[in-house]
Structures are given as C-alpha cells and as structure tokens.
C-alpha cells in the first residue's frame, strides 16, 4: 500500500480529534512526509519538476482535504454526543449578584424631593462652577461685602474676556436662576453639591445644600414659618418636631431668621423631637428685595421666603451618624452600615438597612 492510501486510511479512521491531529503531523508536519516530499522539489532540475511537481501537490491537497473533511464529522458527532447527553438544570439558583445600596445623601435628597413635590415644589438646577454675579452679588453681596469673607471661596483661574468664576459657595445662586428662567409665581427647592475651603469632623470642602425659594403675592412669615414647621415634621416623621425663629442676619433676606428644631435624649442619643435643647438647623428670611430687582422682578408687585440648609446635616441629624467626613471617604463597609437599598421603594419610611 502506497504512504499515501496508509495515510488516507488512518484519517479516515482516526477515532477523535487528538488522533486526528497526529497523522496531521506525521504527514504535514515539520518532518512530516508529504512535508520532505515538497522539499525535493527544490533540488530537482526544471523538467524533473514539471514532472512530478503536480503529483507531489496532489499528494498534498489529497491528504489536507481528507483531514478537513474527517475534522468536520468528528466535530458534528461531538456536538451530537453533547446534545444528547448534555442538560441545563433551570431548575439550578442563580447566582447573586451584589447589590449597591444607595449612599445616604441621596436618600435624603430623594426625601426632600418627595415631601416639597407634596407641597407644589418643583426642583431646580445649576452650575457647580457658577459666576460671581449669580454666587454673590446678585444675592445682595457686592464686591467688598464682608460675608462674602465668610464663604472661604474657591476661586477659579479666570479665563481672558469670561467673567470670574467660583466653584458655587451655596445653592442660593440657584435662585436667581430660577426666578430668571421661570418668573413669577414660583415654587423650588434646589438641592446639590456646594463647595468651601475647610475641613474638620463637622466641615469637608465639599457638602450638600438644599436651598428653598417661594415667591408670589403677598407671601409673608407666617407662610415660611408653616412651610418650614411641615418640611420638619415630614422630614423626621415625628409630630412633636418643635421649631424656634431667631433674628439673624443674611444680606440676600429681609427679615431673616435662623431656625432651630428642638431635641430630646432618647436612649442616649440625642435625638429630633421634643423640647430638652434647640439645635440650629436652617437659615431663612423674606427675599430681599434687592435681590428680587437683580433677578428681574419688581419687588412692589411680588414677595417671597428662601431658606438654606445642610443635607449631610439633615442626614446626619436623622439617621443617627456622627462624623460628616466618612461620607465622602468612600469606605463600603460605612454604605453597607449606613446605605440605603436600591431595591426598596423609596419612601420615607425605608430607613437604615430597609
Ligand atoms: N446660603 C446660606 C449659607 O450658605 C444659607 C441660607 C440662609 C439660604 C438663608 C437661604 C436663606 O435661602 O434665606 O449659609
């Protein structure tokens, strides 16, 4: 028997691919025999050449065909074999996939969001790099106004011919830019990231405000003082949540006030509700009309109430946690403890860990 009709005779008996592949290599391969017969072309003259030139590559294309065509019916009885024998058990659980949870300022700003839209908020936006017209004084803070020295203000590198530009102080800008977009009647909250120069356990450079700003006719105190008192109780959803107006002073309110909110000693905590102490919590006032001008409404015709405050406060406040900087140290055993789940529908009442 011809190398030839051996080798086709082993192919086509190569029981699988593993043996398949060895009489490749015996044939094909590097010393394979079909292999030294194509070198020997090399050294014969032209004619010789001619000659068995093609009977050398018929060998070649013989024995490379028939491989290919017993490589394809080895892989077709696999693929059989497979199907036949092989189950999926759907019956089999899945594996979990790790949930996230969500941080806790969002939750508190989800909140917010819930009890003003029951009030007929809506919630308003703007830039975190804002100008020093909308930051300062548009808000009644001209340029050598001292409370501007209170902000401990980043500056940004001025850029030829723009106006100069800070990473925003307060989310209180957000309201020139609302009653400039939208007018009068007005209802907003604006909640968002602000940004000072100072750092300790109660102050990051970073932090999260949420401003509120009503305006129409003949709104008074009364109407913030109600507002405020609701906000308050829907927030910590306690009816005994007591609040406490002081005189204060912002130059972007008239009369302004500082609230506080009483507490009480609950199980060693203190804790929102009842009357033991007062603890500040927001800055508000009448808007000024200064600043009602500078946003384009005539402040003989319309009045309004704004008040600011922190959420990571507000978080901290109600749910119980005591350093403000590990909320932004991105430590997943703090989520974990204190985050909230993503899959929970998210209410009011879906509190630490729900
Ligand atoms: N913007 C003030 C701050 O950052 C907070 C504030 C006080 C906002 C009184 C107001 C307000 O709207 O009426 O300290």
């Not at 699988?16 to 094909?28: I, K």
């Given at each position: 028997m011809s190398d030839l009709q051996q080798t086709l005779d082993r192919i086509a008996g190569a029981p699988d691919l593993h043996s398949l592949d060895a009489v490749r290599v015996e044939a094909l391969g590097k010393s394979g025999w079909v292999t030294a017969l194509l070198k020997t072309l090399g050294g014969m003259t032209p004619d010789e050449r001619q000659q068995r030139g093609p009977e050398i590559q018929g060998i070649r294309n013989a024995v490379s065909d028939a491989i290919a065509a017993r490589k394809e019916?080895?892989?077709?009885?696999?693929?059989?074999?497979r199907l036949a024998t092989e189950r999926l058990d759907l019956s089999l659980p899945a594996p979990t996939r790790p949930a996230g949870t969500i941080h806790p300022v969002s939750q508190v700003m989800d909140e917010l969001a819930e009890i003003f839209a029951d009030l007929g908020f809506a919630v308003?936006?703007?830039?975190?790099?804002e100008d020093d017209w909308h930051n300062f004084t548009a808000l009644n803070m001209p340029e050598?106004?001292?409370a501007r020295a209170m902000h401990d203000t980043?500056?940004?590198e001025p850029l030829d011919g723009e106006p100069a530009?800070?990473?925003?102080?307060?989310?209180s800008p957000v309201q020139i830019r609302a009653m400039m977009k939208h007018g009068a009647p007005l209802r907003v909250i604006a909640p968002g990231r602000v940004y000072r120069s100072d750092s300790d356990a109660t102050h990051t450079p970073m932090f999260h405000q949420v401003e509120g700003l009503v305006i129409d006719k003949a709104i008074h105190m009364g109407h913030l003082k109600w507002t405020l008192e609701t906000f308050l109780k829907a927030f910590f959803e306690r009816d005994d949540v007591a609040i406490r107006m002081r005189p204060s002073y912002f130059p972007f309110t008239e009369p302004?006030?500082?609230v506080d909110v009483g507490w009480s000693m609950e199980k060693g905590r203190r804790v929102v509700g009842g009357q033991e102490g007062w603890m500040e919590v927001l800055g508000s006032g009448m808007v000024h009309p200064s600043v009602l001008a500078a946003a384009g409404l005539d402040p003989d015709e319309w009045q309004g109430f704004a008040f600011g405050t922190g959420i990571d406060r507000l978080a901290m406040l109600k749910y119980g946690m005591n350093d403000l900087r590990q909320f932004f140290d991105g430590d997943i055993r703090w989520l974990k403890h204190y985050?909230?789940?993503?899959?929970?529908v998210p209410t009011l009442s879906a509190g630490v860990g729900a």
């Amino acid at each position: 028997m011809s190398d030839l009709q051996q080798t086709l005779d082993r192919i086509a008996g190569a029981p699988d691919l593993h043996s398949l592949d060895a009489v490749r290599v015996e044939a094909l391969g590097k010393s394979g025999w079909v292999t030294a017969l194509l070198k020997t072309l090399g050294g014969m003259t032209p004619d010789e050449r001619q000659q068995r030139g093609p009977e050398i590559q018929g060998i070649r294309n013989a024995v490379s065909d028939a491989i290919a065509a017993r490589k394809e019916q080895l892989e077709a009885q696999e693929l059989d074999r497979r199907l036949a024998t092989e189950r999926l058990d759907l019956s089999l659980p899945a594996p979990t996939r790790p949930a996230g949870t969500i941080h806790p300022v969002s939750q508190v700003m989800d909140e917010l969001a819930e009890i003003f839209a029951d009030l007929g908020f809506a919630v308003a936006e703007g830039p975190e790099i804002e100008d020093d017209w909308h930051n300062f004084t548009a808000l009644n803070m001209p340029e050598s106004h001292p409370a501007r020295a209170m902000h401990d203000t980043f500056y940004c590198e001025p850029l030829d011919g723009e106006p100069a530009r800070v990473l925003r102080t307060h989310t209180s800008p957000v309201q020139i830019r609302a009653m400039m977009k939208h007018g009068a009647p007005l209802r907003v909250i604006a909640p968002g990231r602000v940004y000072r120069s100072d750092s300790d356990a109660t102050h990051t450079p970073m932090f999260h405000q949420v401003e509120g700003l009503v305006i129409d006719k003949a709104i008074h105190m009364g109407h913030l003082k109600w507002t405020l008192e609701t906000f308050l109780k829907a927030f910590f959803e306690r009816d005994d949540v007591a609040i406490r107006m002081r005189p204060s002073y912002f130059p972007f309110t008239e009369p302004s006030a500082e609230v506080d909110v009483g507490w009480s000693m609950e199980k060693g905590r203190r804790v929102v509700g009842g009357q033991e102490g007062w603890m500040e919590v927001l800055g508000s006032g009448m808007v000024h009309p200064s600043v009602l001008a500078a946003a384009g409404l005539d402040p003989d015709e319309w009045q309004g109430f704004a008040f600011g405050t922190g959420i990571d406060r507000l978080a901290m406040l109600k749910y119980g946690m005591n350093d403000l900087r590990q909320f932004f140290d991105g430590d997943i055993r703090w989520l974990k403890h204190y985050g909230f789940s993503a899959l929970a529908v998210p209410t009011l009442s879906a509190g630490v860990g729900a």
